[in-house]
């Protein structure tokens, strides 16, 4: 695998094997067919997905427990965070999709 941008081997093993995991829901079920994807957890693969759903242009919910993630959330691109110690986040993110239904934003 060619590691891009002078990223040694061990900076770049968790796009491989675990940040594929991560990625190929995206590539399997583009934006058209579900506009809006939730990714559960903020760190380790969350934090991955987070990222690959928002350049691949969904619309990003994640889907935490610890609300001082809510700042890395939006940083690597979720508008919108579910705090599932405070709310059913399957009922939360059936209202999102309900209500914010416009077409997913142009990825970076």
């Given at each position: 695998?060619?590691?891009?941008?002078?990223?040694?081997?061990?900076?770049?093993?968790?796009?491989?094997?675990?940040?594929?995991?991560?990625?190929?829901?995206?590539?399997?079920?583009?934006?058209?067919?579900?506009?809006?994807?939730?990714?559960?957890?903020?760190?380790?693969?969350?934090?991955?997905?987070?990222?690959?759903?928002?350049?691949?242009?969904?619309?990003?919910?994640?889907?935490?427990?610890?609300?001082?993630?809510?700042?890395?959330?939006?940083e690597?691109?979720?508008?919108?965070?579910?705090?599932?110690?405070g709310?059913d986040?399957?009922?939360?993110?059936?209202?999102?999709?309900?209500?914010?239904?416009?077409?997913?934003?142009?990825?970076?």
């Amino acid at each position: 695998m060619h590691i891009h941008g002078g990223l040694t081997a061990v900076e770049a093993a968790p796009l491989q094997c675990a940040g594929l995991t991560a990625f190929m829901p995206f590539i399997r079920w583009p934006h058209e067919t579900a506009p809006w994807r939730p990714c559960g957890g903020i760190c380790g693969l969350g934090h991955l997905a987070l990222q690959y759903a928002h350049r691949l242009g969904h619309r990003v919910a994640a889907i935490a427990r610890v609300p001082e993630k809510e700042q890395l959330a939006e940083e690597t691109g979720a508008p919108e965070r579910i705090d599932s110690a405070g709310q059913d986040p399957a009922a939360t993110l059936g209202d999102l999709v309900a209500h914010r239904s416009s077409p997913a934003p142009a990825p970076r």
